[in-house]
Each structure stands twice: as C-alpha cells, then as structure tokens.
C-alpha cells in the first residue's frame, strides 16, 4: 500500500511539475519578447512583475516535487554513520519535522490570501494586479506541498513499522552524494 501511495504521488508531482516547468517557459518567451520589443522601442511593461509572480508560484507547487525526489538539502553528517533502524528513525524525525514546518507555513500563508480577497487588493505597480489571482495558485502549493508531506511521511512510516527499511530510505531518505560519484 505504501508503495502504491508514493507510486501515485510521484506520478501526480511530475505532472505538477511539467506544468510548472511549462508556466516557467511560458513566462521565460514572455520576458524574450519584452526584451526584442524593448530593441524595437516598445515595451510590453510588467514583465519583472509578472516574472516574480510566475517564481513565486513555480516554488510552492515545485517544492512537493523536490521533496519526493529527495532534492531538499540535508545534512547527513551524523545519519550516514548510523546502523538501518537509528537511520530510519532519523529520517522519520527529519520528515516529521519538515512537515510540520511546511504546515505551519501554509497555514501562515491562507491570512495572507484571506486579507487580499476580502480588502480587494492590487499590486503597488502599473499593472495593478489583483493580489488574489496570484496568492490563491501560489497558496494551493503550499498545500499541495504539505498535504504532499504528510501523505509521504505516512507513507514511510508505515514502511519502517512493516521494517522495509530500505524502502523507506528511498522514500524519505537524504540524497547520498557520494553514492551517485561511484
């Protein structure tokens, strides 16, 4: 069940992703053509705006995908010299950690959307942009991030109570670098 659940998970995250990657590029050709217009003197104007939104966006939703492919930084000093069972309980307490961490920062995050829906907020700029239109995707990240951890925290654990701790080092472990220049 375990396996099936991140199966599934890394299968919706690279979905996530490619969205995202293809949002990036979308907005990467939005910011090239400003840039020829602005040679042909035109300007399309907004574009640094419009870019720091599509970044903002981009790294809340891209953030779950990170997490299951074990891209998040950690520092494996102590754990890389632990036994299996130490090991995997270090990586369910980093996870657990990260978790709630990430759930607090999206919980953080709904009074920031909650004030702009209900104020009718715009941007300080020329643009004017209504704040809503960018906090509501960049929010829905942040959860989808949270509700991603948790689903996958649940996940490892129930591989380390069943002892396949092998797998749950898959699923949650730190990125051995020295395991990928052999």
Known sequence: MADTILRWMRAVNRIVALGVGLMLLICA?????DIVLRQLGSSFGGTDEVSGYAMAIATSWGMAYTLLELGHVRIDLVRS???DWPRALLDLFAMLVMTLVISLIAYKCWPVVGNSLANN????TPLETPLA???IPWFAG?????????????AAALLVVKGRLKDSENAIGAFAEAETLQ
């Open 142 to 154: 942040w959860l989808w991030f949270a509700l991603s951890a948790w689903i996958t925290l649940l």
């Open 133 to 135: 239109l960018v906090q």
């Open 29 to 33: 050709a939005f910011v090239l053509a």
């Open 81 to 83: 010299r632990l036994p």
């Open 121 to 124: 907020s715009t941007a300080n």
